[in-house]
């Protein structure tokens, strides 16, 4: 079946480092993928999404690229800030049915 | 502004007690969901809905039921049932254009607790 694996965390970055979260998934067909964002005590809120092969998503200095060849959708930013510690969660659905498949998330943490 | 409300954002429940939870939408979606959150983990289907007066069970359904009378509303009830409730739960929904392109769109979510 469809499934999301990502990157286990926690992951402590400093200020002004790069990021990358791996991201990798299985599905048939052709799913679109998404990276979302939660905050403490808040719901997911939609980063930046990528619907066919070679597609880049970005938003807010953050990019991530459909990668088919390899079923990937790694998250990348160059230079995180503190603002920017979170949980992210990589997700996938497929046209025909409307379930969401989500990595179980990577807690971030930027130290100033 | 277009949106999701979960409603309450803390909720108590006794032992033995069933509680409702609130989700309405004004995003026009067809689509609704249910997740619950356990500390440090990812999300867990409970239910979702696709269109009104039709819902289909999730990973975890047992302890919990849905209804689904209105496009906008899609309460979830936590039953007695439900042995371990203590989790943030989460509402989300989704429009059916774009052949599954679209995204889902959540709610600030509820946190329910056993008193």
């Known amino acids: 079946g469809d499934s999301v694996t990502q990157m286990e965390g926690p992951v402590t970055l400093s200020e002004e480092a790069f990021l990358t979260i791996n991201c990798t998934y299985t599905?048939?067909?052709?799913?679109?993928l998404f990276w979302y964002v939660q905050y403490p005590g808040e719901g997911l809120q939609l980063l930046l999404k990528?619907?066919?092969?070679?597609d880049k998503g970005s938003n807010k200095g953050f990019e991530a690229t459909y990668r088919k060849e390899t079923t990937s959708f790694h998250l990348e930013k160059g230079s995180v800030q503190v603002s920017d510690s979170a949980v992210y969660f990589c997700?996938?659905?497929?046209?025909?049915?409307?379930?969401?498949?989500f990595g179980t998330g990577t807690s971030l943490t930027v130290i100033p | 502004d277009g949106g999701i409300t979960q409603s309450p954002k803390y909720l108590f429940r006794k032992e033995g007690q069933n509680v409702t939870l609130s989700c309405e939408q004004n995003?026009?979606?067809?689509?609704m969901y249910w997740y619950r959150q356990d500390p440090g983990q990812g999300l867990r289907l409970i239910y979702y809905s696709q269109i009104v007066n039709d819902f289909q069970k999730g990973d975890i359904a047992e302890g919990y039921s849905v209804s689904r009378e209105k496009k906008e509303s899609f309460p979830l009830t936590v039953t007695s049932a439900q042995k371990n409730p203590t989790a943030f739960y989460l509402c989300a929904s989704k429009s059916d254009a774009g052949q599954g392109t679209q995204p889902q769109h959540f709610g600030d979510g509820t946190r329910l607790s056993i008193l």
């Open positions: 990528a619907t066919k092969a070679d």
């Open positions: 997700a996938l659905t497929r046209g025909g049915g409307n379930q969401f498949y």
């Open positions: 599905a048939t067909g052709y799913p679109s």
């Open positions: 995003l026009n979606h067809d689509a």
